[in-house]
């Protein structure tokens, strides 16, 4: 019941999935997987959409072996139970254009922290570097989504359009020869940012927004947000919290999205919110209120 070892429909078999932290596996480690499962007799192997790999139809008799092996290979038995399962994660700033954040290293960072920690539920975790949300982290357990605001240069907006062109939230539009943001429709993508053709947009800096309790399944729900914070420590830190706080007070059986308001979730927010300093902090009123014309877009 306990780590990636998951019984088939044919109950003489199991499936076995590996810890591949953010679905980053090297060349050696590849070439290693598939001569592992050759040599236990499988032709094949599955890829998941938690960015890992599973080696099917493997008889209890020799997962011993087989765990030895894939340790050797530097692929690990992952996990699948009630703990932090493989922790996932876009391209982000080694290869997306979109990307605001640095994904793949914050995932491996979080994952040798807290990957396969028991739990009383299944914990999974999603970064995704930007707001279009590839690695759906709002259907996750603890979402992670790199964020940045835009700022524009006072005074040098030339009313060009190209950033209300590019905003697909529809949240720009052009006044009195300049660009004014409509704040409720931003989801602070940073595309206006990186299209301004004459650099006037500036980004007032990376941020982490957080969400807690989303699910996917057969009903699912978005998870939560909890709150945003600029730094990557900061941002670990929360996300080490909010799993303490699961494993000390959910209740097993039942899906952390079905407990949130049993757990007191504001409460724990608010309780949270108020150890983060000022300064690493992201607050939605403060944060807003400077998105006005003249100082921002």
């Known amino acids: 019941m306990k780590g990636g070892v998951i019984t088939e429909r044919d109950t003489e078999y199991c499936t076995i999935r ?26 094949s192997v599955h ?30 038995v992952g996990s699948e139970r009630d703990e932090v399962v493989n922790v996932i994660a876009c391209p982000g700033l080694e290869r997306c254009i979109f990307a605001n954040i640095d994904s793949i290293t914050l995932a491996k960072e979080i994952d040798a922290r807290l990957f396969g920690k028991e739990m009383p539920v299944k914990m999974r975790i999603s970064i995704s570097g930007c707001p279009n949300a590839c690695t759906s ?12 605001r835009p700022v524009r240069v006072p005074g040098m907006c030339t009313g060009c359009g190209t950033c209300m062109e590019f905003c697909k939230e529809e949240a720009i539009a052009i006044r009195q020869g300049a660009s004014v943001l409509d704040p409720s429709r931003c989801v602070e993508c940073g595309t206006c940012i990186r299209s301004c053709p004459y650099d006037l947009l500036k980004a007032s800096g990376e941020h982490y927004l957080i969400t807690v309790g989303g699910r996917r ?66 607050d939605e ?13």
């Open 18 to 43: 590996l810890r591949i932290p953010a679905g980053v596996v090297s060349l050696r480690q590849l070439r290693g997987i598939a001569d592992v499962a050759e040599s236990y007799g499988v032709d």
């Open 47 to 76: 890829l998941t959409t938690r960015q890992t790999i599973e080696i099917p139809h493997m008889p209890p008799s020799r997962l011993d072996s087989l765990s030895g092996d894939l340790l050797a290979n530097g692929t690990p």
């Open 137 to 148: 982290p709002m259907l996750n357990e603890i979402g992670i989504i790199g964020q940045i």
């Open 217 to 282: 399944g057969r009903h699912p729900k978005l998870g939560r947000e909890f709150l945003a914070v600029k730094s990557r420590e900061s941002v670990i830190a929360v996300v080490e919290k909010i799993v303490t706080w699961v494993y000390r007070r959910a209740w097993s059986g039942r899906l952390l999205s079905d407990q949130m308001d049993e757990l007191q979730f504001e409460k724990f927010r608010e309780e949270i919110r108020e150890i983060i300093p000022n300064e690493d902090r992201i």
């Open 285 to 297: 009123e403060s944060g807003r209120s400077d998105v006005s014309a003249g100082t921002s877009i």
